[in-house]
T-cell receptor, first 113, second 115 residues
Framework: QKEVEQNSGPLSVPEGAIASLNCTYS??????FFWYRQYSGKSPELIMF????GDKEDGRFTAQLNKASQYVSLLIRDSQPSDSATYLC?????????????FGTGTRLTIIP | GAVVSQHPSWVICKSGTSVKIECRSL??????MFWYRQFPKQSLMLMAT?????????EQGVEKDKFLINHASLTLSTLTVTSAHPEDSSFYIC???????????FGPGTRLTVL
């Protein structure tokens, strides 16, 4: 079982709709979770991180964490063509993002105009 | 947010030569730097973790004699790919974290092509 699993997609969503990206992890001791966006040929850029159960909102993005079920998700509201990218889920440890991250394989998202 | 740079952004070299990639933190002191490798259509795989002034810790399966990492200062870490071969062609990305950062910040990456 992979440490961090994501549906590789591609996931196609109409412009203006909500895109939902999911991620599961195997290590119950995982403390911190990160969502990165990666455009083709570029390095990842951090969208948001979440440490506590529940929802965390930042603009059009909402991260959801359920430690009991070992999943974390990212919702993108009002999807824009510029949101088309690969989204990487990563888990960290107790030192949050200051220690090594384990990445999932990423989900390729395409927003259809 | 904090800024991390990498140099060069791309490099082409002949098989058997060595290539050095630099990773710099521009506006913070990076106590820890991470080196990742990403093959096409795959995710980032951590190669090694380096703490300033210490030897790097390599992930399982990464040859430490082939991928030399030096983190001699709080703003610079280097990755040297020794005797590069075509299978080493990849996208190499560093990230850095410091005592006052809340997460790690990624550099723009270096694309290595070995002919």
């Amino acid at each position: 079982q992979k440490e961090v699993e994501q549906n590789s997609g591609p996931l196609s969503v109409p412009e203006g709709a909500i895109a939902s990206l999911n991620c599961t992890y195997s290590d119950r001791g995982s403390q911190s979770f990160f969502w990165y966006r990666q455009y083709s040929g570029k390095s990842p850029e951090l969208i948001m991180f979440i440490y506590s159960n529940g929802d965390k909102e930042d603009g059009r993005f909402t991260a959801q964490l359920n430690k009991a079920s070992q999943y974390v998700s990212l919702l993108i509201r009002d999807s824009q063509p510029s949101d088309s990218a690969t989204y990487l889920c990563a888990r960290g440890g107790s030192n949050f993002g200051n220690e090594k991250l384990t990445f999932g394989t990423g989900t390729r998202l395409t927003i259809i105009p | 947010g904090a800024v991390v740079s990498q140099h060069p952004s791309w490099v082409i070299c002949k098989s058997g030569t060595s290539v050095k990639i630099e990773c710099r933190s521009l506006d913070f002191q990076a106590t820890t730097m991470f080196w990742y490798r990403q093959f096409p259509k795959q995710s980032l795989m951590l190669m090694a973790t380096s703490n300033e002034g210490s030897k790097a810790t390599y992930e399982q399966g990464v040859e430490k004699d082939k991928f030399l990492i030096n983190h001699a200062s709080l703003t610079l870490s280097t990755l040297t790919v020794t005797s590069a071969h075509p299978e080493d062609s990849s996208f190499y990305i560093c990230s850095a974290t410091g005592t006052n950062t809340d997460t790690q910040y990624f550099g723009p990456g270096t694309r290595l092509t070995v002919l």
